[in-house]
């Protein structure tokens, strides 16, 4: 990292290095954080505004990304989409982690014959396929958005609840934890002060992958017709309206399907560069 | 093979006093960073050359270019180095190959990173005959239990079946010797051979290594450990920061020492000589003024802390149990140090960690002056557990990797008798304590990661003694150090026993150390104390006969 760097910013002790191959990805999950918050900011089309004039145009400089069957500016739709695939890519890492946390802290911390009964069911879920379980709640509350982030969190919680368990089991040996009860500090103090902090650190950049393939994974249901419906500009219901005219009008698949690719790859590397200069700092 | 043979030739031609190895002006450097500056010497048949230095002296790194395995990215230039008349810096990869093993046995610290986990030990000590095709495979395999059997393995065949992990760490060891000198190589290399084994086992692998320096074998041996070098150097090579500071004859350089680096290497290995006294001397005082410490009265009528037949059972994985700790009691009295000294699985760590409660005792009691402690619910101790600090062998792990020194000490400082009241005041005080131990405030925001091996043992006795602890218990606290900085850690450690009347429960594998500390001393071996008594009763006149083994096996310098 020595011929690209350039200066490096200090965030709370840990140092990020700023380069090309993380500026470039810090830059394309900013604008995508924008489109997320302030779209207007982006473009000045409205994502549902029909122009039959002009529907089905390759992309140019009027119309970035094209136009739709409908006519509808696409790269207005998808900025648009941004803010309901970031959310479900969020909501869906979160409650993964919050689930995660439960069951890794618990079975981690009382062992015996809690953490078997845990070991046991994050086994049957690791055997129920995601897709089924979605496909489960899908049928029983009808597909929206909620039900997204439901389905990819409770799909890929067990996995994180398997790396929490490990780290807590590991951390729960370090010699600062026993130092730290030699004090005389209470067993809550020391599990808030030292293992929970210490044991969530490298899953901060699993946390950050996470993101990125949930976002990856809800784009595929909506694919599949199992998410957000069509009208909503959500990037997979993009993919899913475009389909129709992918022999004709590529654009209206490739466009989107770059975006979900830019920003599961920027994410995915972002988190990578941040598990090195975690693991670094650590040691 | 050419250059073998070149070898051979070479050495048959060489006068019977040259010197086997010779190496003069010998630099290694990384990238930029010259490591090794300049230093030369030379070695003969029947006779050992020990180079002695403390961590990042650079001895390690010549020990490995006589090898060719200084490691990637590392230049090394000689004016001379010459194996019986074989220019060792002219070697690519593929003939190192040849003179390794055969030419130059090399011999590494930890035996258990050295073979493979995966192979039988047999198939490891034939490894070297293979690479040089020496004989049949059968012969080979006979050949391997020929040696273990020579270097003192008992049951060499059964011992040669096994896998490495199932080797004692001496037998490992051992068996690392038996296949570096399995080709009859005419220089031995041993890095640091004896530093991760007990002082007994440390004693049968210096024999060993003798005996081969009787036959003829020309031995280069790498340690931090004067007293190690003492036993079998014939010259004596000491190094700092890259350079050589005196290099002679080993009777010299230890007894009379022209420089005043190697004198003070010297002065700080704690012995029966150094009690009551500073290990490190203040420069201007010579050899004659010895400075006494005037400490605190001991209060024979109080006992801090008193172990009466405690017991641990551990049951293994194999739902076997096994007794760690056997019956053992003792009594450490306010203001005094009490020694508890055995080698590994002698179960003193577990007694320590008994003594601080922080592992219930099977069966038996600890009593914290004179009240429960042991047998309290964790609640009614937590707000006793400030009366007893504790320093570990390995601060840094003691250390939660996310905190600084400041945070480090004042989260000690909340858990004492009398917690800041402020953050100033917390500071302040964090000052203070660092002030006390050798260090300033410039440490307050550093990461301990950052710190020096010493500065970080004397971090951990600053949050020790945070809480204002009538004891603490120090679980081999020197025994990662170097021998000058384990000196200045074990006088902080007087010092503050004389300021503040602190008793110290202290652990140690080293009986030096264990001396030159304690008051009074318990010896331990397989969890049952086999002596106790003063320091002076049981160094002076041992009764066990497992106390008087140790105290053989002990090298010493006067020895050389």
Redesign the interface.
């Known amino acids: 990292m020595s011929a690209l760097a350039i200066p490096r910013g200090h965030v709370r002790g840990i140092r990020i290095p700023v380069r090309i191959g993380t500026a470039v990805p810090l830059l394309f999950v900013l604008l995508v954080a924008v489109a997320a918050v302030a779209p207007g900011l982006l473009t000045d089309h409205s994502p549902t505004a029909i122009d039959i004039q002009h529907t089905l145009l390759p992309p140019s400089l009027s119309h970035l990304f094209g136009t739709d069957d409908a006519g509808r500016d696409q790269f207005t739709r998808v900025v648009y989409g941004a803010r309901e695939s970031l959310g479900i890519g969020l909501g869906a890492t979160g409650l993964a982690m919050s689930i995660a946390i439960a069951l890794g802290f618990a079975a981690g911390l009382a062992g015996g014959l809690v953490d078997t009964a845990i070991g046991r069911i994050l086994e049957v879920a690791f055997a129920f396929p995601v897709l089924l379980l979605a496909l489960l709640l899908i049928a029983i509350r009808g597909p929206s958005v909620t039900t997204e982030i439901v389905a990819v969190g409770i799909g890929s919680a067990p996995g994180y609840a398997r790396m929490v368990r490990g780290q807590v089991l590991q951390v729960r040996q370090a010699g600062y934890i026993e130092a730290a009860g030699a004090l005389g500090h209470s067993r809550w103090a020391v599990v808030r002060r030292h293992l929970f902090p210490n044991a969530m650190r490298p899953l901060v950049a699993m946390i950050t992958l996470g993101i990125g393939q949930s976002i990856v994974w809800a784009s595929g249901l909506a694919f599949l017709g199992l998410g957000v419906a069509p009208p909503s500009p959500e990037w997979g219901a993009l993919l899913d309206s475009g389909r129709l005219y992918i022999t004709t009008s590529w654009w209206l698949e490739i466009m989107p399907g770059l975006v979900i690719v830019g920003v599961a790859l920027s994410v995915t590397s972002l988190g990578r560069t941040l598990q090195h200069e975690l693991e670094g700092a650590a040691r | 093979m050419t250059e073998v043979a070149a070898a051979e030739q070479a050495e048959a031609g060489a006068a019977a006093d040259a010197p086997l190895l010779a190496v003069e002006n010998l630099r290694v450097s990384f990238g930029s960073t010259e490591v090794v500056k300049g230093i030369s010497f030379t070695t003969r048949s029947g006779r050992c050359l020990g180079i002695v230095g403390e961590s990042g002296s650079g001895k390690s790194v010549t020990a490995r270019s006589l090898v060719g395995l200084a490691g990637a990215g590392a230049t090394i230039q000689a004016g001379q180095m010459d194996l019986a008349g074989v220019d060792l810096t002219r070697q690519s990869q593929r003939s190192w190959r040849a003179i390794r093993g055969r030419q130059i046995g090399f011999i590494l610290q930890d035996a258990m990173v050295s073979l493979d986990q995966l192979r039988r030990v047999g198939d490891e000590v034939a490894e070297p005959l293979k690479i040089h095709g020496w004989g049949t495979k059968a012969a080979r395999a006979r050949k391997a239990i020929d040696l273990l059997a020579s270097v003192g393995v008992p049951e060499p065949e059964m011992r040669a079946r096994q896998r490495p992990y199932e080797l004692s760490g001496g037998l490992r060891q051992r068996a690392l010797i038996a296949s570096a000198i399995a080709l009859d190589p005419k220089l031995l290399v041993a890095d640091e051979p004896t530093t991760a084994l007990d002082v007994t086992i440390q004693a049968q692998v210096l024999d060993l290594l003798a005996e081969s320096k009787d036959r003829g074998t020309s031995i280069i041996l790498i340690s931090h450990d004067l007293s190690v070098v003492a036993r079998l150097a014939d010259d004596v090579l000491v190094m700092r920061d890259g350079e050589v500071v005196e290099y002679g004859q080993a009777h010299q350089v230890l007894h009379q020492p022209r420089h005043e680096y190697t004198q003070a290497l010297l002065d700080a290995i704690p012995s029966e000589h150094t009690r009551g006294t500073q290990l490190v001397r203040p420069a201007a005082a010579s050899g004659e003024t010895v400075a006494h410490r005037a400490r605190a009265p001991i209060d024979y009528s109080r006992p801090v802390l008193e172990a009466r037949q405690i017991t641990k059972v551990f049951r293994g994985p194999d739902k076997v149990d096994r007794t760690v700790v056997h019956d053992v009691s003792f009594e450490l009295l306010a203001g005094e140090t009490l020694g508890i000294v055995g080698e590994s699985g002698s179960g003193k760590t577990t007694s320590a960690r008994i003594a ?1 409660a ?1 592992l219930p005792p099977t069966c038996g009691e600890v009593l914290l002056d004179g009240l429960p402690w042991s047998t309290l619910p ?1 609640a009614q101790r ?5 009366r ?3 320093i ?1 062998q ?1 601060p840094l ?6 905190w600084s020194t400041g945070r480090i000490i004042t ?2 400082l909340r ?1 004492g008798p009398r917690p800041p009241s402020s953050k100033t005041e917390a500071l302040a005080r964090a000052v203070r304590l660092l002030e006390q131990v050798g260090l300033t405030e410039r440490h307050l925001p550093a ?1 301990p ?1 950052r710190l020096s091996g010493g500065q970080r043992q004397r971090v951990a006795i600053a ?1 020790a003694l945070a ?1 204002e602890p009538e004891m603490i218990v120090c679980d081999e606290p020197v025994s990662a150090l170097d021998v000058s900085i384990q000196a200045q850690v074990l006088d902080l450690l007087t010092d503050l026993q004389d300021e503040l009347g602190v008793s110290y429960l202290f652990i140690s594998h080293d009986l030096g150390v264990i001396h030159h500390m304690s008051d009074r001393i318990l010896v331990m071996k397989d969890g049952r104390v086999v002596e106790s008594g003063t320091a002076d009763e049981v160094f002076e006149h041992p009764r066990n006969p497992y106390t008087q083994r140790l105290l053989t096996a002990l090298p010493r310098l006067a020895q050389a």
Do not use: M, N, Q
Request: proline content about 15%; hydrophobic content about 35%; glycine content about 4%.
């Open positions: 601080l922080l964790p937590r707000p006793l557990r400030k007893i600090g504790v570990y390995d792990s003691s250390f939660d990797p996310r989260d000690a858990t990461a990661l949050r809480p």
